[in-house]
């Protein structure tokens, strides 16, 4: 898969909008961007963590309990940081600060609890074509500058869903779309979204990995120029 954008983006939920504010701005240090609408009672809190978007998405609405996502942990690699500093934002969150080459992390990484290390290999390797190598829990795959780093937990939620609080889903920004969405559900990939246009801002569409992850693509108009192709 040919990335638009080098590094990933990675989304996450909350009713409780200020004290994430003050956490993600403050004690992780991240610097935001804009709020972007979403919908009627959502807004999406945007902020950069080495080029990543952090998408912290506000619901007006109450969200349900909801078992956890396979994505756990947010690791950023930041210069100055000595060993890894590990918190949690106000909603349980993990986050991890380390020093830029732990592990491999030059940017970010993302770890997956996953339920079939060898059925993630497949998805992530032969599937979306990404590069693997190794962190110290197991295997990694590359998606441009960040890491996905695999971690085998037998009781990674199956199917989660995607409207609940915390980690929810990662964002890769692609070019062709409907071309990339089309060519992974021919190759057995599971939709979670048919391709959908917002507005003047996007072009999205959900699959779902493995254990039924959601991962978004996304043609973004400010990344590629345009929502059409011609």
């Known amino acids: 898969m040919q990335l638009a954008k080098n590094v990933i983006d990675v989304g996450l939920s909350s009713n409780d909008l200020e004290p994430m504010l003050r956490f993600w701005q403050h004690d992780a240090r991240l610097r935001f961007d804009h709020v972007q609408p979403i919908r009627r009672g959502q807004k999406q809190y945007r902020h950069d963590a080495q080029?990543?978007?952090?998408k912290l998405?506000?619901?007006v609405e109450r969200l349900p309990d909801a078992a956890p996502s396979g994505y756990r942990e947010l690791i950023i690699a930041r210069a100055g940081v000595d060993a890894p500093q590990r918190m949690a934002d106000p909603d349980g969150n993990s986050v991890c600060l380390v020093a830029p080459g732990h592990d491999g992390i030059t940017q970010i990484a993302v770890m997956l609890a996953v339920r079939d290390l060898a059925a993630h290999r497949r998805f992530y390797g032969d599937i979306l074509g990404f590069a693997?190598?190794?962190?110290s829990g197991g295997p990694a795959f590359r998606l441009g500058d960040s890491l996905m780093l695999l971690k085998e937990d037998a009781a990674a939620t199956v199917d989660p869903i995607r409207p609940a609080r915390g980690w929810r889903y990662i964002t890769l920004q692609v070019a062709d779309i409907d071309a990339v969405h089309d060519e992974l559900r021919a190759k057995g990939v599971r939709e979670g979204l048919a391709p959908v246009t917002l507005g003047e801002v996007a072009r999205i569409s959900m699959i779902l990995d493995p254990d039924g992850n959601w991962i978004e693509l996304s043609r973004r108009a400010?990344?590629?120029?345009s929502l059409s192709d011609r």
């Not at 080029?51 to 952090?54: H, K, M, N």
């Open 132 to 135: 693997e190598q190794s962190w």
């Open 222 to 225: 400010s990344i590629v120029g």
């Open 57 to 59: 998405n506000h619901h």
């Open 51 to 54: 080029g990543s978007v952090i």
